[in-house]
């Protein structure tokens, strides 16, 4: 059976999957559908949880991305891993211990606040909106390169399974598919990196070929590839073109993102209790980890390996039968282009373009010492989606990685909905403008609002393809939910003193301020050298946190202390146990 | 749940944890992956530069340990308070 076909049964396979776990796991309350029941047990949260955070991006692109940037990767690794620290000691058991259903809740009722809600639900609601683009594109992209179907109807499909088991089953059946998704997932990843770890360091373990020697040689991997990549003319992979501080806003405003946003944050509301999210958030990390320790690997020897097989390779043109070709530049004593390069080359994903004529692929760095010019211009999905065939496994390896992309795209879509959904159905409806409204009629509405935002997210990715700013906008979700609501939220829980006025002007100039730089300089023509203390927009929320923190606890210590009640509340969701009865 | 003597200490104890976790969370990240890479990069793990394997490994297995490390300690501080969790 060819590739096609093998991703076609996959893909099926893993959707009727999702789809019967949807059936079987329907919502009958608005606890079930909003926090499935506080109910799950913490393994189970923690890979969920683990699906829901690893989008399509952790999925297909950051491998590509750190084999790009070497150590300039690294601000990935560690910002989307250290998040869940922060998360874990700062903010998951005490939101837990607090007990309701959303993030703006605990915002409205800590800072006894309609406005501080309502603020807090907009913040939501812009990140998570940005953030599901980003997934929906990556369903599009997905079917329109693999199963020939055409983008648009990609995202359709997309977009009827989510609705299918979103609508259907809120938390509860969005819990159960992420398990199932996360499985997919990991396998997907891990199966292609142990096969090209054994290739090249003969060691099965990648974190291990990591730090092993080449194959054969007594030369360390990275060494190796250090010298490679120089000689072509590249940076060091162990070095990069960022400054230190810049490196380190980054990282950071990644973290604190991490812990900021609310479809991470409203995981932690399913376990049941603050205990149970503690151990949760450990076992997320575990389940991350596996993917995020593995990736530094999988994009090390994929650069090795691309140069290896492609630099100075013969082309064979599509018009000449590539394996007489091939034979005929093998017997030459000269390397043929290799056949997983002419499968890919027309996803265009990859680029070559003979400057010289000469007929052989010279790829080059910027400053190439035989000063010849780079004519090889690969993608950065490229490693991940072409590492089965580069290891030359079996075509059913690569249906897996087929499903596998899907299955990360999905299940972190699924959580930004249940965001949004919440956000309309139980903040704006229920606790701000409709109190009166009974429980069935929340279920209506918040089902209802599952699916309008299922529209939108669709309609979001066709729109956000076609003007190409997925990439850039990410980088505002995390700086945004670093600069407004990881402030408050933290100050919520450990000082006291924080009263609504601080609140609100904490959460509106993180708001105001991250949104105002990233605009600016990714849309309105701003340079590299208008950029504060060298900070790129990436990392800009970070600074913009502290100075968040600082306004809300000078507004707070000018106005009047919160009422007593509230300070009885904070008091409660420290010491766990104390709300139970 | 404990008399009000009792909830300000635990959380002392909580807060304490908290900041010394906090601690190595910075050093191994920030710190061996960023700041001092410079000169943790002469020693080298496998073949790969110290500083720059924090960076994009190491840190991630502290990460792990540190927060099972911390349900450990706050099921131990929450047995000694009485607290039932």
New interface residues.
């Given amino acids: 059976m060819d590739q096609t076909t093998w991703s076609y049964i996959f893909v099926s396979v893993t959707f009727s999957l999702y789809i019967g776990i949807a059936i079987w796991s329907r919502a009958g309350s608005t606890e079930d559908f909003y926090v499935a029941g506080h109910d799950v047990h913490p393994v189970i949260n923690g890979m969920a949880t683990a699906a829901d955070w690893m989008s399509a991006a952790s999925f297909l692109s950051m491998a590509g991305l750190i084999a790009f940037l070497g150590y300039g990767g690294s601000v990935y690794l560690m910002g989307w891993t250290g998040g869940y620290v922060l998360l874990a000691l700062l903010l998951a058991p005490f939101l837990r211990e607090f007990g309701k259903f959303t993030v703006p809740d605990f915002v409205g009722d800590r800072y006894y606040s309609s406005f501080a809600r309502v603020v807090a639900v907009i913040c939501a609601l812009m990140i998570s909106f940005t953030y599901i683009a980003g997934q929906m594109k990556g369903v599009g992209v997905a079917f329109s390169g693999f199963l020939g179907i055409p983008f648009e109807a990609g995202i359709l499909i997309g977009m009827v399974i989510v609705f299918f088991y979103a609508v259907l089953g809120g938390m509860k059946g969005i819990t159960y598919t992420q398990v199932a998704q996360y499985c997919v997932l990991i396998f997907a990843y891990t199966v292609p990196a142990i096969f090209i770890s054994i290739i090249i360091t003969n060691n099965p373990v990648p974190q291990l070929g990591f730090i092993s020697d080449v194959k054969g040689t007594d030369i360390a991997m990275l060494d190796k590839l250090n010298t490679v990549v120089t000689d072509l003319g590249f940076r060091e992979y162990t070095s990069t073109n960022k400054s230190m501080f810049d490196v380190f806003c980054i990282t950071a405003a990644l973290m604190f993102g991490t812990a900021g946003l609310p479809h991470v944050i409203i995981r932690f509301f399913t376990v049941k209790s603050a205990k149970a999210a503690r151990v949760s958030a450990g076992w997320a990390l575990v389940f991350i980890a596996v993917l995020y320790t593995t990736a530094p690997a999988v994009g090390a020897f994929a650069r090795l390996n691309f140069i290896d097989t492609v630099n100075e390779a013969v082309y064979i043109t599509d018009t000449e039968d590539y394996d007489t070709r091939a034979a005929e530049i093998m017997a030459q004593g000269n390397k043929p282009v290799p056949e997983w390069y002419k499968s890919w080359e027309k996803t265009g994903l990859l680029d070559f373009e003979d400057k010289n004529e000469d007929g052989i692929m010279q790829y080059r760095g910027p400053d190439a010492p035989d000063g010849i010019a780079n004519e090889v211009n690969p993608n950065r999905d490229i490693f991940v989606l072409a590492n089965p065939e580069i290891a030359q496994l079996p075509g059913w390896v690569i249906g897996l990685v087929v499903a596998g992309g899907l299955a990360a795209a999905l299940s972190t879509a699924a959580g930004l909905l249940m965001v949004i959904a919440s956000a309309v159905s139980h903040d704006l409806c229920r606790r701000t403008l409709f109190p009166e409204m009974n429980d069935k009629t929340e279920l209506r509405v918040a089902r209802l609002s599952a699916a309008g935002a299922v529209v939108c997210a669709g309609l979001l990715g066709l729109f956000a393809s076609k003007l190409g700013f997925v990439a850039q906008v990410v980088a505002f979700a995390f700086g945004l939910a670093a600069a407004s609501l990881f402030p408050i939220i933290f100050l919520g829980i450990f000082w006291k003193r924080m009263n609504k006025e601080g609140a609100i002007s904490a959460m509106l100039f993180g708001l105001i301020s991250t949104l105002s730089y990233i605009i600016y300089f990714k849309f309105l023509g701003g340079t590299q050298s208008g950029w504060w203390f060298g900070v790129s927009p990436e990392g800009i929320g970070f600074l913009f946190m502290w100075g968040a923190m600082i306004i809300g606890v000078c507004v707070s210590l000018a106005t009047p202390v919160p009422p007593q009640s509230v300070q009885n509340l904070v008091e409660k969701i420290r010491v766990p146990g104390a709300n139970q009865t | 749940?404990g008399s009000k003597i009792d909830?300000k200490a635990?959380?002392a104890a909580?807060k304490r944890l908290?900041i010394m976790?906090?601690t190595i969370?910075f050093l191994v990240?920030?710190g061996a992956?960023?700041?001092f890479r410079g000169f943790l990069?002469q020693f080298?793990?496998?073949?790969?530069?110290l500083g720059?394997?924090f960076?994009?490994?190491g840190?991630?297995?502290v990460?792990?340990c540190?927060?099972?490390y911390?349900?450990w300690a706050?099921?131990r501080i929450?047995k000694k308070f009485g607290?039932?969790?």
Wanted: proline share 2%; with cysteine; hydrophobic share 50%.
């Fill in positions: 749940m909830q635990y959380w909580t908290t976790l906090l969370w990240s920030f992956g960023i700041l990069d080298s793990l496998g073949g790969a530069p720059f394997w960076a994009q490994n840190s991630i297995y990460f792990v540190l927060i099972f911390y349900c706050m099921n929450e607290i039932k969790g």
